[in-house]
């Protein structure tokens, strides 16, 4: 049987550990990554590190890069794992539009573990003070939404664990 491309989007806001889960299941899966700040326009980075929250408008650009990101590993036959905050349904809808493998891990984690975080850790333009609008725009994952979201407060191995699990049962692998 010949599976079909998959694009594993790991996402949640700011400070859940998508970086940290993403390479842990990239490695797991023998896949490539992809880390979605990488391809934020510099106005989009200068906004944040400002501490300015970014809009619909802001994120458009960014997130039809990402679907192209994910579409051209599809077109290759390759699986990925990207990193993407795809906060809202409506971002997750641009991501999956044209790309049949997009499954998302919505990494979540509670908002006094994330301030904890986010004010622990250093070379990052996203700024603490953004969180509340971070968090304030979420949606999670809806019931038809292809994926899983999982607790992002244990160590990485065991988000990944859980998150292989899933992906072993929805996808097959």
Not at 40 to 57: F, S, T
Not at 87 to 95: A, E, N, T, V
């Amino acid at each position: 049987m010949t599976r079909l491309p998959t694009c594993v989007v790991v996402m949640g806001v700011s400070g859940a550990g998508k970086t940290t889960v993403a390479v842990a299941l990239a490695r797991r899966l023998g896949w490539e990554f992809g880390e979605g700040d990488d391809h934020h326009p510099k106005a989009n980075v200068a906004k944040m590190r400002a501490g300015i929250p970014l809009d619909d408008d802001d994120r458009r650009p960014w997130l039809r890069e990402l679907a192209a990101w994910i579409a051209e590993h599809e077109a290759a036959g390759r699986s990925c794992v990207l990193t993407c905050s795809a906060l809202k349904r409506s971002y997750r809808d641009l991501l999956s539009e044209g790309n049949e493998g997009v499954w998302f891990a919505h990494v979540d984690v509670a908002e006094d573990v994330l301030v904890a975080r986010l004010n622990a850790r250093t070379g990052h333009y996203m700024p603490p003070s953004l969180l509340t609008t971070q968090l304030a725009t979420l949606e999670g994952l809806a019931p038809d939404e292809p994926g899983i979201t999982v607790p992002g407060t244990g160590e990485a191995d065991e988000v990944v664990d859980s998150i292989v699990a899933a992906l072993s049962r929805d996808r097959g692998f």
